[in-house]
């Protein structure tokens, strides 16, 4: 079946500006995750969706982060006011229920902020 | 708080040989979840093979095999029979507790050499 997937592929954008990145899980999948990989920090957690639960969102780094997740299924990780320090892969990745299950990965978005 | 470590940067091994990747953690958790994963320079992230902690059987996935010390918090990778195909950043991670995320070591760039 489908993997996950995740628009756009990259994403060049002016400091200051808002960008929506966006990621559709596997299908039947009601966890989702978001990730950040930088040169700096390495792969960090940013937030996990499971189904109908509230978001852990201890991960995101500042207010200027935030991500929905509609229908338990399609997320949108939004920044605003971008950063060049936001300059990183934003991965995503989905498991069938969260806890102790495989989380696969989508080939993320490159974003780059000038 | 759960940390993994990966002190290898960077290796390089030739083809149709065996090479070893290290990996070392710590969690306070009872029961959690280790897993190798890849990432070849198209940036998907690809699961290589996944350990239950629980299990006293080294997980084995064809030319990958762990090796798993528990009380050492020690979990190696080992790649056979070494390709091509094989060269890519591989990081080893940790999952356990309530929140699900993955923690990531800062990953192993292995060469395969022809």
């Known amino acids: 079946g489908a993997g996950v997937s995740q628009s756009p592929s990259n994403k060049v954008t002016e400091k200051g500006k808002d960008v929506e990145l966006r990621c559709d899980p596997i299908?039947?999948?009601?966890?989702l995750y978001w990730y950040r990989q930088s040169l700096g920090q390495g792969l960090e957690f940013l937030i996990y969706?499971?189904?109908?639960?509230?978001?852990?969102k201890s991960g995101l780094p500042s207010d200027r982060f935030s991500a929905e997740r509609t229908g338990g299924s399609v997320s949108t990780l939004t920044i605003q006011r971008t950063q060049q320090e936001d300059s990183a892969v934003y991965l995503c990745?989905?498991?069938?229920?969260?806890?102790?299950?495989?989380?696969?990965f989508g080939p993320g978005t490159r974003l780059t902020v000038l | 708080a759960q940390t993994v470590t990966q002190s290898q940067p960077e290796m390089s091994v030739q083809e149709a040989e065996t090479v070893t990747l290290s990996c070392t953690y710590d969690?306070?958790?009872?029961?959690?979840?280790l897993f190798w994963y890849k990432q070849p320079p198209s940036r998907q992230m690809i699961l290589v093979i996944r350990?239950?902690?629980?299990?006293?059987q080294n997980a084995t996935e064809n030319r990958f095999s762990v090796n798993f010390q528990k009380a050492a918090k020690s979990f190696s990778l080992k790649i056979s029979d070494s390709q091509l195909g094989d060269t890519a950043m591989y990081f080893c991670?940790?999952?356990?507790?309530?929140?699900?995320?993955?923690?990531f070591g800062t990953g192993t760039l292995l060469a395969v050499q022809p």
């Open positions: 990745a989905s498991s069938w229920r969260g806890s102790s299950d495989t989380q696969y």
């Open positions: 299908s039947g999948h009601t966890a």
């Open positions: 969706f499971q189904g109908n639960s509230a978001p852990d």
């Open positions: 969690t306070s958790e009872s029961n959690y979840y």
């Open positions: 350990q239950e902690a629980y299990k006293q």
């Open positions: 991670a940790s999952e356990g507790g309530a929140t699900n995320k993955l923690i």
